[in-house]
């Protein structure tokens, strides 16, 4: 995982994300401890749902439902068209 600080660095570019990690005193380990940590408080709790949609995600408006209903009709749409009933 490249940190948030350094997006701007390439996969490539590793010796940069290794120069940054020793700049500011941090080992590999401590930047991914660091980085699960923050997974483990930022993502959703639930991120797997449960059967019979137990765990679904709540919308908070009625129209982002109807829109993303839309949107999911559009692409199958767009899919038969593109590639016949399979």
Not at 47 to 76: A, C, D, Q, S, T
Request: charged share 20%; aromatic share 18%; net charge positive.
């Amino acid at each position: 995982m490249i940190p948030a600080c350094c997006r701007s660095i390439g996969v490539t570019r590793t010796h940069e994300l290794e120069n940054y990690l020793i700049a500011h005193q941090m080992t590999r380990s401590s930047a991914n401890d660091h980085a699960l940590k923050w997974f483990n408080q930022t993502w959703e709790k639930d991120l797997w749902y449960r059967f019979h949609g137990e765990n679904h995600p709540k919308y908070r408006h009625w129209w982002m439902k109807i829109y993303r209903e839309w949107i999911n009709i559009v692409l199958r749409l767009k899919f038969v068209i593109y590639f016949g009933f399979i």
